[in-house]
């Protein structure tokens, strides 16, 4: 018994120190690649329920990564998160996403883009500012950018959600809670963040055909946000059966592989092009 547990120590051993081993390796790579430009958004649209027509994208960021392809955010944000590179990462996705904005509105697309914010940029003292500042350098709308926050990162530290929502509505910027249904928003933390969106969890989404109780807690998402005045968006919706029940439920917009996978930049205005035509 005695030999069994050592060596499922040493095996636990190096196993950590292979993962921590590997993340070192990893934001030393992501500190180049933000110089070398490595980094990338991918833009994936959001459709209106009832006329599926594009009503904007959400920006997702990638890593093309010199030997191991293309990276998903799920590998290097919490990498960069844990080693201080988000607020890099992030602002250079901000930047981006602006810079993207004004570029499409130089061809007449005037398109909303949804960055995802990660707890750490919400909680830097000069956020709001360094936001202020590359909208105006970019010369943009600030209410063509929205930031989504996870319902989770919201409720973890209220007073300072509420604190920094308040500063990014007084400069003009759309607010959404992403994943909602998987924290525990009360009525009342809800109507006093300035959002003016909620975006349905995939989790939900995805149990709609199957169970009853996923369907019930939908339904209520959605009155409760119209009687607040909010907008609901579905994730990760990928069958037709999907997104009848979403509409059905008077949903807003709908976001998911069924209308289209997140795509390169120059691809959006062809994509926009498409669904016109329909
Ligand atoms: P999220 O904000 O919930 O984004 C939705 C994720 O679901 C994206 O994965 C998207 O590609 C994927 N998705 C969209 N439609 C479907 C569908 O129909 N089916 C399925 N199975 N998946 C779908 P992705 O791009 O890998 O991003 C994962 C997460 O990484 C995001 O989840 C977001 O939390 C985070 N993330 C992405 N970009 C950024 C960023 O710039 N900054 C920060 N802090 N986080 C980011
Ligand atoms: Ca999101
Ligand atoms: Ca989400
Ligand atoms: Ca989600």
């Known amino acids: 018994a005695k030999r069994a547990g050592g060596s499922s120590y040493a095996f636990f051993e190096a196993h950590m120190n292979a993962g921590v081993r590997e993340q070192i390796a990893l934001q030393r790579e992501l500190r180049l690649a933000l110089e070398r430009g490595e980094l990338a958004l991918?833009?994936?649209?959001?459709?209106?329920?009832?006329?599926?027509?594009?009503?904007?994208?959400?920006?997702?960021?990638?890593?093309?990564?010199?030997?191991?392809?293309?990276?998903?955010?799920?590998?290097?944000?919490?990498?960069?998160?844990?080693?201080?590179?988000?607020?890099?990462?992030?602002?250079?996705v901000i930047e981006q996403a602006c810079r993207q904005i004004a570029s499409w509105q130089r061809?007449?697309?005037?398109?909303?883009?949804?960055?995802?914010?990660?707890?750490?940029?919400?909680r830097q003292e000069d956020f709001v500012r360094r936001v202020a500042a590359t909208i105006a350098r970019e010369g943009i709308d600030a209410a063509q950018l929205t930031f989504e926050i996870t319902e989770s990162v919201?409720?973890?530290?209220?007073?300072?959600?509420?604190?920094?929502?308040?500063?990014?509505?007084?400069?003009?910027?759309?607010?959404?809670?992403?994943?909602?249904?998987?924290g525990y928003s009360s009525l009342s933390y809800l109507r006093q963040l300035q959002v003016g969106e909620l975006k349905i969890d995939r989790s939900f989404v995805q149990d709609l055909e199957s169970s009853a109780d996923a369907r019930a807690i939908v339904e209520a998402v959605i009155r409760l946000a119209?009687?607040?005045?909010?907008?609901?968006?579905?994730e990760g919706v990928e069958t037709a059966a999907q997104q009848d029940v979403l509409t059905r439920l008077q949903c807003d917009d709908l976001q998911g592989y069924l209308f289209a996978k997140p795509m390169p930049a120059e691809h959006v205005a062809?994509?926009?092009e498409d669904t016109r035509r329909r």
């Open 42 to 92: 991918h833009y994936q649209p959001k459709v209106s329920a009832g006329r599926q027509r594009m009503t904007g994208v959400e920006a997702l960021v990638r890593w093309q990564h010199p030997t191991r392809g293309l990276l998903g955010p799920a590998v290097f944000i919490p990498v960069a998160e844990r080693f201080g590179l988000i607020s890099a990462v992030g602002h250079w």
């Open 107 to 122: 061809q007449d697309l005037h398109l909303r883009v949804a960055v995802n914010l990660s707890v750490h940029q919400l």
């Open 154 to 182: 919201a409720m973890e530290d209220a007073e300072g959600t509420l604190k920094a929502f308040e500063a990014l509505s007084d400069i003009g910027v759309q607010l959404s809670i992403d994943d909602f249904g998987t």
């Open 226 to 234: 119209h009687a607040l005045g909010l907008q609901v968006v579905a």
């Open 270 to 272: 062809a994509w926009a």
